[in-house]
């Protein structure tokens, strides 16, 4: 009898569990599908964007060749080169668990950055990634910046953070990437227009004459400042749309698993519950025996 009764609260346990991860699996699920019409408008601005940003580098850069020709580059280099030569790295991971290995993931991939990056300052949003940071932080120093960020993002949010890009002249971020509903990746990625080599990739196909007011200098600060903002918010909602990819497939993993332990506890309370009926049938032959032979 007590085999039965462990067998049977394992069995409630084994079903709140499995109810409670189809509840998860069924919240992320909604939350992935809202989040992805979001994340899909967006991306369009953010390409086509991107895109003139690469055209007005690719026309300072041909800018940059006629000066070199008349011995002015120099010049014009130091004027543009910021006075910061520090590297920022923003690492965005959840402020939850639940999520499978998607957490692990992005720490596999810091871990590379700390060796590559020691001295970058590393801003990290998600108490998890908070929390890795701050083990982190009694074994070696680090230049770590936690940053609080709610699960609905914002600008008022965002704001003062995009405010740190003008004190660094290298941005990093290292997030999950989405892919589709079942992969997703982590990259490093910097946040900013393509290197030099990826626009003369592109000065081929790129033709026509261009008039800039007031400079092209100045007109570039102006939209990389507007343009870095979107594709900060537009890689933080890439996050938010892998993680809940993440836990939707983690959820549903769980619910299986309970499933079909579920089942094997019923086939294990059925034998041990067939084992004591047995029991008790033998023992009422024995005895129905016993008064067989006395008689």
Not at 22 to 46: D, E, P, W
């Amino acid at each position: 009898m007590p085999r039965l009764n462990e067998i049977k609260d394992q069995q409630v346990v084994v079903q709140t569990v499995g109810d409670f991860a189809n509840s998860l699996q069924q919240i992320a699920a909604a939350r992935m599908v809202k989040l992805r019409r979001t994340n899909l408008a967006s991306r369009r601005f953010v390409e086509e964007a991107t895109l003139i940003l690469r055209e007005l580098h690719l026309e300072r850069l041909q800018q940059w060749e006629k000066d070199l020709a008349r011995g002015r580059l120099a010049k014009k280099r130091r004027r543009l080169t910021s006075s910061s030569t520090q590297t920022a790295i923003f690492v965005i991971t959840s402020n939850q668990g639940l999520c499978g290995s998607y957490n692990n993931e992005i720490f596999d991939r810091v871990d590379q950055c700390l060796k590559e990056f020691p001295q970058a300052d590393y801003y990290v949003l998600g108490r998890k990634g908070q929390n890795y940071f701050n083990h982190l932080k009694l074994k070696r120093p680090i230049n770590y910046y936690p940053y609080p960020l709610s699960e609905a993002v914002s600008l008022a949010e965002l704001q003062p953070l995009i405010g740190m890009f003008f004190y660094y002249q290298q941005i990093y971020l290292i997030y999950s990437h989405y892919l589709n509903t079942a992969t997703r990746q982590v990259v490093f990625v910097e946040l900013a227009v393509p290197h030099l080599g990826e626009i003369e990739a592109e000065k081929i196909k790129t033709e026509g004459k261009y008039l800039f007011e007031p400079s092209i200098d100045e007109l570039i600060d102006q939209v990389s400042e507007r343009i870095r903002y979107a594709l900060f918010r537009q890689q933080i909602l890439d996050s938010r749309l892998s993680l809940y990819t993440a836990q939707m497939v983690a959820m549903k993993t769980a619910s299986d698993n309970a499933g079909t332990l579920l089942t094997d506890l019923k086939l294990a309370y059925n034998k041990a519950r067939r084992k004591l009926v047995d029991k008790k049938i033998s023992e009422v032959q024995a005895g129905r025996s016993l008064w067989e032979t006395n008689d």
